[in-house]
């Protein structure tokens, strides 16, 4: 297998108000797409979003409960500063921030905070991270 991932798909419950998240709060770059899913680029990363029912389905597996699904993803921006930006900016569109931003123990400064579906998000500021 090459090391890359190519598509993230993440099954939601309410497709038309997290695709409005993602969409509208984030700023990502919607895709055009038939209307059961929704793409957005990431660079070389593509981010899909399918209501639950039907990743189950296609995965061949029962629907399960909710809460911690046991992941995180995460986005590194270029300061402490963008980070608190960002994080205050996603809690006015409706997102949740678990954690505020604060200095970590490996040196850098981050934040959490969880989408509309319930997803959790890292927001970072990584000195050491090449790809900003």
């Known amino acids: 297998?090459?090391?890359?991932?190519?598509?993230?798909?993440?099954?939601?419950?309410?497709?038309?108000?997290?695709?409005r998240f993602y969409e509208e709060c984030l700023g990502l770059p919607r895709l055009e797409t038939p209307p059961s899913i929704t793409f957005f680029e990431l660079g070389k990363t593509w981010l899909a979003l399918w209501s639950s029912e039907s990743l189950t389905t296609d995965a061949?597996?029962?629907?399960?409960?909710?809460?911690f699904r046991g992941f995180a993803l995460a986005h590194n921006?270029?300061?402490?500063?963008?980070?608190?930006?960002?994080?205050?900016?996603?809690?006015?569109?409706?997102?949740?921030?678990?954690?505020?931003?604060?200095?970590?123990?490996?040196?850098?400064?981050?934040?959490?905070?969880?989408?509309?579906?319930?997803?959790?998000w890292e927001l970072a500021h990584n000195p050491d991270f090449p790809h900003v």
Request: proline share 8%; glycine share 16%; charged share 20%.
């Open 60 to 67: 061949g597996l029962a629907p399960e409960g909710s809460g």
């Open 1 to 19: 297998m090459e090391p890359r991932i190519s598509l993230i798909t993440l099954g939601v419950a309410d497709l038309d108000r997290v695709t």
């Open 77 to 120: 921006v270029r300061s402490p500063a963008e980070v608190d930006a960002l994080l205050a900016h996603v809690a006015a569109c409706g997102g949740t921030v678990t954690k505020p931003g604060q200095p970590t123990d490996w040196g850098g400064y981050s934040g959490y905070f969880i989408d509309p579906d319930g997803f959790l």
